[in-house]
């Protein structure tokens, strides 16, 4: 791929004699492309030249020499606005794509580095609800695009199968199990004891501290207790599996919790070691009051460990184990504290710099349907099953009016109601609340999955309408010069550099963004553009170019783990 912004920094450097590294970050795309390709805030210079921005304006672009690649440079207030040769790029976009397939926009950069991705991570014995959804998703799209970027990505699923909560399963099961069948909705039961026991604590601290105990007899390895654990924690990864398959969702390791158990007692060690460590009325703790962070429990005073010790058990691990220069973590915000306590108790593990500084907890909002908040202890989420199941029927429903002769049509179904929920939970930023409202994400006109998918078949049945795929051969660049073919063409050439940026502030929204700007381009485009036309030549220059675009709207929608319907 031709880099154009690059070339416009070269021209820049070389003419102000300045080193291009210090050019290129000020470079800005206008924002409107009258305005040109690429702009240049000459006042950036105004220090180190000791000049008006106006008058390094003007003196750059007397110097400056124009050639194939720019075509023009227009002086904006103290801005040097670039304009690139439209036919280069449009030659050099489609050419890519030709070649490139559904690989364009892939690259190298990562290559030699190693990014965990943590995500998903559902407590077993509870169900899996739609805060964990948007996790999953949001995860999942990251470890995609990280891996077309060429890194060595591993995807870990840290189980919650650990913790006073199995305690408490424990208790309840050991009361009640006779009551319930743990078959058909096995989660079910195990939340309806859950929620059970949970009130009986509130009502009684006996009971609490016989839950306590409970967790300490699965440390410890009793056998009735690691075997109602065993049985709880089968159950939840079969119905958890149905989802991840559902979502075509997979993971490089299942290392939960519980895999830590005998990890621990090093951390705990190394920490008491480095002095970090210090006894207060019986428990282990690191003081961060210091740095506004509390207390970090390390181990409580009945010598049981706690979730922040396995998460450093897990990172020193990790660690060792891959060497990773970053490890993400797809956590809700509620556990900012946490790990802002672990980051920082990490670094007395004595692991390398590179790991300490790869740490990053992306905190994502939480998901709310219009009714409210959910605690699985007050019994009130909203099951994933359940939000499937909806999404299937409301499709159906849309399809059987619009489009009832379908082909495949349960298939399709299942794509477009899939390609609604996952899209819906990517395309808000991470860190910002989400709420799900079934009309916004099933308009096939909005802002929304079915729309690309929608706009992605049309791309599809205009080339079936036209009966052939035109050669790159005959494509003539001259015409697709207009104002609408070009705002794709633009949008297409940006897909690798939107990638590059998505990684670099681990945002996948920012991709959901791209695709629709690229669908309401090209919706744009086919209104104000004849594409079945008299004249072979533009005819096949406009099937090209939708050629084109559903390559990419595909690549961009599988990264973020939707699938593309043949029809709709
Ligand atoms: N299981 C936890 C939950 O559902 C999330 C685990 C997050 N990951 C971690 N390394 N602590 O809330």
């Not at 079945?532 to 709207?553: C, M, P, Y």
């Amino acid at each position: 791929m031709i880099n154009f912004k690059e070339i416009v920094g070269q021209k820049i450097a070389e003419t102000a004699e300045l080193p291009l590294e210090e050019i290129i970050n000020y470079i800005e795309i206008p924002p409107n492309a009258d305005m040109g390709d690429y702009a240049f805030p000459c006042f950036k210079l105004a220090k180190v030249l000791r000049k008006a921005p106006q008058i390094i304006a003007s003196e750059l672009k007397e110097k400056m020499e124009l050639d194939d690649k720019i075509e023009k440079i227009d002086i904006v207030g103290g801005y040097l606005n670039f304009y690139i040769n439209k036919k280069l790029l449009t030659k050099n976009v489609l050419e890519e794509i030709e070649k490139n397939n559904e690989m364009y926009g892939s690259n190298n950069s990562g290559s030699g580095k190693k990014v965990i991705v943590e995500y998903s991570s559902p407590n077993i014995a509870k169900p899996f609800h739609i805060g964990h959804l948007r996790n999953t998703v949001i995860g999942a799209s990251l470890y995609n695009i990280y891996k077309f970027l060429g890194y060595n990505v591993i995807g870990i699923n840290h189980l919650g199968d650990y913790g006073t909560q199995f305690g408490k399963m424990v208790e309840g099961y050991k009361r009640w199990s006779n009551e319930y069948s743990f078959t058909t909705d096995a989660i079910q039961d195990c939340m309806d004891m859950y929620i059970r026991i949970n009130n009986l604590c509130k009502e009684d601290e006996k009971v609490l501290d016989a839950c306590r105990e409970n967790f300490k007899k699965i440390e410890d390895g009793d056998p009735y207790c690691l075997e109602v654990w065993n049985k709880l924690k089968s159950l939840s990864l079969k119905e958890f599996e149905k989802i991840y398959n559902l979502l075509g969702i997979k993971f490089d390791s299942l290392n939960g919790e519980a895999f830590y158990s005998d990890k621990m007692d090093e951390v705990v060690e190394i920490l008491e070691k480095s002095g970090a460590l210090q006894n207060s009325q019986g428990a282990k703790i690191v003081n961060l009051e210091d740095k506004g962070l509390g207390i970090c429990m390390i181990k409580k005073s009945n010598d049981s460990t706690t979730y922040a010790t396995r998460d450093l058990a897990a990172i020193l691990y990790r660690s060792r184990t891959y060497d990773f220069d970053k490890c993400l973590y797809v956590v809700a915000s509620e556990q900012n504290l946490h790990f802002k306590q672990v980051f920082e108790v990490a670094r007395f593990l004595g692991i390398p710099e590179k790991c300490l500084n790869g740490l990053e907890h992306l905190s994502y909002g939480m998901v709310r349907l219009s009714t409210g908040k959910m605690s699985t202890r007050e019994g009130t989420v909203i099951k994933v099953e359940e939000l499937f199941k909806e999404a299937f029927e409301r499709v159906q429903k849309i399809i059987e009016e619009k489009n009832a002769n379908l082909e495949n049509k349960d298939e399709e179904i299942k794509k477009i109601a899939l390609g609604a929920i996952v899209f819906n939970n990517i395309s808000t930023a991470i860190v910002k609340d989400q709420v799900f409202d079934w009309n916004i994400a099933l308009n096939f006109n909005g802002e929304t999955g079915p729309y690309i998918q929608y706009i992605y078949v049309r791309t599809k049945s205009v080339l079936e309408k036209a009966g052939y795929i035109p050669n790159i051969e005959d494509v003539n660049f001259d015409l697709l010069q207009d104002k609408e073919s070009q705002k794709v063409i633009s949008i297409l050439y940006n897909f690798e550099d939107t990638l590059m940026t998505i990684v670099e502030k681990n945002e996948p929204s920012i991709l959901a963004r791209y695709l629709i700007e690229l669908s309401q381009a090209y919706s744009n485009f086919y209104n104000e553009n004849k594409i079945i036309d008299k004249n072979k030549e533009i005819q096949d220059a406009r099937l090209f170019l939708s050629k084109a675009v559903g390559i990419v709207l595909k690549t961009g929608c599988n990264l973020l783990g939707i699938q593309m319907p043949n029809k709709m």
